[in-house]
């Protein structure tokens, strides 16, 4: 009986290490890489750096942000992917858990908060081999977003991106409110009201369009946040001009009520971009422009 030995100069990594390289390759970043495989970013720079070790060569450039291969690693990578996939072509290998398919969406936090949680557990059971990671970006604030595989965008539509929510705006107050105003009947009895403001979504197109030749309001807290506009509102603070898809947990509870039928564009339309390509993110793409098309449709009616 014979058998095969392996040669005594092989040496041979781990799957630790091997997986921390192949993921820090592929996504350019140690924090990403030590996200997807559960495990922090130094533990993935260590089996990396123990890998370098064993092979004798530097893999990654040294000081590149993002991470850039070396010529080495490059060529390293190739048949490392190649060795992996065959591993995880392993029945035996693979368990429940480790067929699911993550992607990161990062949204504003309104959009997070009022549209896409109340709808996860929706999204939960249409796509169960989906896990997705909620991450939020400040529009406003930032010029870039967090790193994400789909990218809910508030403000001008880049090339490329899709299309979920033209939105409207209305005015909205809350009945606690309204009680000690007197009687808004039409949109000129606003002219006594506390008017809540926000750089995200002036006041002034909505008042052209009723006919009022109003300035932006000059007093009061300035919101450079769409929900906290919308919570100021609720709280009796003032009335907001606001969306009402955004605005829909509190209008379906009563917690804000809409004063007229006048509605007009909203300042920005929200919108898509996937940053990724695959299945996985044209169904969670998909799934999302159909959930905003349902509430459009849900709060289309004025009133």
């Not at 890998?51 to 990654?60: I, N, P, Q, T, Y």
């Not at 190649?82 to 309104?110: E, I, M």
Request: proline residues 10%; positive net charge; charged residues 20%.
């Amino acid at each position: 009986m014979s058998s095969r030995q392996a040669p005594p100069d092989l040496r041979l990594p781990s799957i630790e290490g091997l997986r921390a390289f192949e993921a820090a390759a592929r996504l350019g970043s140690l924090e990403r890489a030590a996200e997807g495989l559960a495990v922090s970013a130094s533990a993935v720079g260590k089996r990396i750096a123990t890998l370098e070790a064993l092979l004798g060569l530097e893999l990654f450039a040294r000081g590149a942000k993002p991470l850039r291969l070396s010529a080495a690693g490059k060529e390293y990578l190739e048949q490392v992917q190649a060795a992996l996939a065959l591993l995880a072509a392993v029945p035996l290998h693979r368990r429940p858990q480790q067929r699911l398919t993550r992607l990161r969406l990062s949204a504003p936090p309104t959009f997070a908060r009022q549209i896409l949680v109340p709808a996860l557990p929706a999204f939960a059971r249409a796509h169960p081999a989906l896990e997705l990671e909620l991450v939020l970006s400040v529009p406003y604030l930032d010029t870039q977003g967090p790193d994400a595989d789909l990218e809910v965008r508030n403000g001008e539509l880049p090339p490329g991106a899709l299309p979920l929510l033209r939105d409207v705006v209305t005015p909205m107050a809350a009945p606690e409110l309204l009680q000690r105003l007197p009687a808004l009947r039409r949109p000129a009895d606003l002219q006594a009201a506390p008017l809540l403001r926000t750089p995200l979504q002036p006041w002034t197109p909505w008042f052209r369009a009723a006919g009022l030749d109003w300035g932006e309001p000059r007093s009061g807290t300035r919101f450079v946040d769409l929900g906290l506009t919308l919570e100021a509102a609720a709280c009796g603070q003032g009335i907001a001009l606001a969306r009402p898809t955004l605005a829909g947990p509190y209008l379906r509870r009563g917690a804000l009520q809409r004063l007229f039928d006048l509605q007009v564009p909203a300042a920005h339309p929200y919108a898509l971009l996937c940053h990724a390509e695959g299945e996985a993110v044209r169904a969670t793409a998909d799934w999302l422009r159909g959930h905003c098309a349902a509430l459009a449709e849900e709060f289309s009616g004025a009133g």
